[in-house]
């Protein structure tokens, strides 16, 4: 099957190209980095043609507001449009656990605005929401830094480690579409708080994590479950402790999503 992948050099979407090729499928990793650009349309059609399946593990360069809003509207409808025309029969895209009680956030309402067009698209779909990735737990600790001290809302808290995410990705998109939404999440739970402190330690990062629970989330008010996926979501297998002594964890992403 020929599987392109949108993202396709970024820390999902570069596990996930060797994933599906692993399975024997053809999987082109597209970005603007190899020539596909999907705001501009650039290379699209050419990446696209004879593809079964699209799976977009984009992220967008800034996250200001109207940045990111104007990032998932305009490289969404391209892809569709493009995605139509080629007659692509899955198109797969990996979103975030919470997205619909988040929109107090920028980010989110660009994530909102980005399920909207697949759901409303002619494309069969299936969405994949993904709780945070262990890798992202240095960037949020940078986010939620105010100069002196990373103030965190003490939450029920998912994580995953985004080998497992790109498993399950690649899982859903080897399958038929779901036409709707599919949870995954990590094994254990933890508070908010709690783990990014330990993720801290481990990096020898000295800044106090304090547990406020007025602060923010990517700027969103979140309570006690905002974050956790329900009792249905797919769990990956690899445990904090065990993703920390791997050596993905020496090196923070300094992504954030
Ligand atoms: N961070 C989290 O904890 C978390 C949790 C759940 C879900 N997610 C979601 O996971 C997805 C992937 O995140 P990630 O951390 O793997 O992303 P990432 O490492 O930041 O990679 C972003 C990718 O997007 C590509 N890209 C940027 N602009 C593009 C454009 N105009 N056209 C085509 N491709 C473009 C980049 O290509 P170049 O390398 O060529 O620039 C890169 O391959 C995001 O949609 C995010 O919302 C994140």
Not at 22 to 30: D, R, Y
Not at 64 to 91: C, I, M, P, Q
Request: hydrophobic share 45%; aromatic share 6%.
């Amino acid at each position: 099957m020929k599987i392109v992948v949108i993202g396709g050099s970024g820390l999902i979407g570069s596990k996930l190209v060797i994933k599906l090729r692993e399975h024997g499928h053809v999987a082109i990793a597209a970005s603007p980095n190899s020539g596909v650009n999907t705001l501009t349309g650039e290379g699209l059609a050419e990446a696209l043609q004879g593809a079964s399946v699209v799976v977009d593990v984009s992220n967008s360069p800034s996250f200001e507001d109207a940045a990111v809003l104007k990032f998932f509207e305009t490289s969404t409808r391209n892809l569709l449009t493009y995605e139509a025309a080629a007659g692509v029969g899955h198109h797969v895209a990996l979103s975030v656990v919470g997205t619909e009680r988040l929109s107090e956030s920028g980010y989110f309402r660009a994530k909102i605005a980005q399920e909207k067009m697949i759901k409303s698209s002619s494309i069969p779909y299936s969405i994949v929401h993904a709780t945070q990735f262990f890798e992202f737990l240095k960037s949020l600790a940078d986010i939620s830094f105010d100069g002196d001290k990373v103030r965190l809302p003490p939450v029920l808290f998912q994580p995953m480690a985004a080998d497992d995410v790109a498993s399950a990705v690649g899982m859903i998109a080897v399958g038929p579409p779901v036409n709707g939404t599919v949870e995954i999440g990590g094994p254990e739970q933890f508070r908010l708080d709690e783990l990014v402190r330990r993720r801290l330690a481990a990096l020898k990062d000295p800044r106090e994590v304090i547990a406020d629970p007025e602060a923010l989330y990517s700027g969103a008010k979140v309570s006690l479950r905002t974050l956790v996926p329900d009792n249905t979501a797919r769990l990956g297998k690899t445990r904090f402790e065990t993703w920390l002594t791997q050596s993905a964890a020496q090196i923070p992403s300094r992504k954030v999503g």
